[in-house]
């Protein structure tokens, strides 16, 4: 339950919250009683910190199924991991098939690399963001390299078919690689079972860690053909300038976020104890709670798919005649639900649903939401609704 009776968060999608109280113990534990870094000492805290890192990247292989551990790469966050797998993979000639329900953390560096020679399509979704795999060979070129996909739309929810897209490129021999920003820690994600050779992953969401810690599970096949986006110190081969070739050395230059670590590592360990499948079948009920409460509500259009099935707990809807934005704020200023209004870094997603330039008004569930919640949200949108 949610600890803050001020206010009602239904913006898990951007983060989770409240995270779970060993997640807060762990980090200050770090801070308070160890607080060196790894690879860089010679003494009993060094070493306890260096377990903690590898026995984070064990747990992690294990919850995606990514094999070894030392292809666990810790970054600062999913739109790091993404750059680095996507500026460093692809080379000017390179074409990269996409889905149009991408977020920007995929779409931009598209953009970037658009400029030196990269090239990509965007496979156009339905009404609803669903995507139909068959669709992808028609748009095959002889020169294409890998598909990029996220595996949930932030914006309406919707799952795309990651499973049966992994057959097609591996049939096709083309690289898989997925965005799982919004069902990592919700959705089972098995990288050998949907043949994802790159898997880009964010700790504070789902996966119940702090801001500031994600990263990425690379497929052995693929690190050498990926190039280190940031060079510099790692600790290791401190003899040479040149980058180690191996992993994770090869792409962790720096300080790790070793706080966020200790605390993503706790996370897990929630996961694990309290089973993902349980936290599903709470937030999609909620989720079915809320679709089946608005859809009685004249004014309102429901965004996505109109049941749970194939749907992450995001639901985004809009007020006929009426700005989102100012929805959002009544929601927040009377109700004090705290919502996400806008385009949603997504401007792509919006477009194939039919919501762009508007945007929406975002509804996302988590763990700590209850039934009681959602009815308040639902009341509040019917008066609101009343009053315009």
């Known amino acids: 339950?949610?600890?803050?009776?001020?206010?009602?968060?239904?913006?898990?999608?951007?983060t989770s919250f409240p995270k779970p109280e060993n997640v807060i113990d762990a980090m200050v534990y770090y801070m308070e009683q160890v607080g060196s870094n790894v690879n860089r000492g010679s003494y009993a805290s060094a070493y306890q910190a260096e377990d903690t890192v590898y026995s984070a990247r064990?747990?992690?292989?294990?919850?995606?199924?990514?094999?070894?551990?030392?292809?666990?790469?810790?970054?600062?966050?999913?739109?790091?991991s993404l750059n680095m797998i996507l500026k460093g993979l692809l080379k000017p000639g390179d074409h990269v098939l996409v889905s149009s329900m991408e977020h920007n953390a995929v779409m931009r560096p598209l953009v970037q690399l658009k400029r030196s020679g990269v090239t990509f399509d965007r496979i156009r979704c339905d009404a609803?963001?669903?995507?139909?795999?068959?669709?992808?060979?028609?748009?095959?070129?002889?020169?294409?390299r890998a598909v990029v996909m996220t595996h949930a739309s932030n914006v309406c929810g919707?799952?795309?078919p990651?499973?049966?897209?992994?057959?097609?490129?591996?049939?096709?021999?083309?690289?898989?690689i997925v965005d799982s920003a919004q069902t990592a820690g919700l959705f089972p994600i098995d990288m050998e079972q949907s043949r994802?050779?790159?898997l880009a992953f964010t700790g504070h969401k789902s996966l119940l860690g702090p801001q500031g810690i994600g990263g990425f599970i690379l497929k052995e096949h693929l690190i050498g053909q990926i190039e280190p986006l940031i060079a510099g110190g790692t600790g290791s081969l401190s003899h040479t300038e040149e980058t180690p070739d191996f992993m994770p050395d090869r792409f962790e230059a720096g300080t790790l976020n070793l706080p966020g670590i200790y605390g993503l590592y706790a996370a897990l360990s929630v996961l694990e104890k309290k089973g993902i499948g349980r936290i599903l079948e709470h937030e999609l009920a909620l989720t079915r709670r809320f679709i089946e409460g608005i859809q009685d509500i004249p004014k309102i259009r429901l965004i996505g798919r109109p049941h749970t099935?194939?749907?992450?707990?995001?639901?985004?809807?809009?007020?006929?005649?009426?700005d989102p934005a100012r929805v959002a704020f009544l929601l927040d200023q009377e109700y004090h639900i705290l919502t996400r209004v806008g385009l949603h870094c997504a401007p792509s997603a919006h477009q194939t649903l039919g919501t762009f330039p508007t945007g929406t008004i975002r509804f996302s569930f988590g763990r700590a939401n209850t039934s009681a919640e959602v009815d308040a949200a639902v009341r509040a949108l019917e008066v609101i609704c009343h009053g315009i």
Do not use: W
Request: hydrophobic residues 40%; charged residues 20%.
């Open 58 to 80: 064990e747990a992690l292989a294990r919850f995606f199924n990514g094999g070894d551990c030392k292809n666990v790469v810790f970054t600062a966050n999913i739109t790091e």
């Open 158 to 160: 919707t799952l795309l």
């Open 1 to 14: 339950m949610n600890t803050n009776t001020d206010f009602i968060y239904f913006d898990q999608a951007a």
């Open 196 to 198: 994802i050779d790159a």
């Open 128 to 144: 609803d963001g669903c995507l139909d795999p068959s669709c992808l060979r028609r748009y095959i070129k002889p020169h294409t």
């Open 309 to 322: 099935n194939g749907r992450a707990p995001v639901v985004s809807l809009q007020v006929k005649g009426e």
């Open 162 to 176: 990651i499973e049966a897209v992994g057959r097609f490129c591996r049939e096709n021999g083309l690289i898989f």
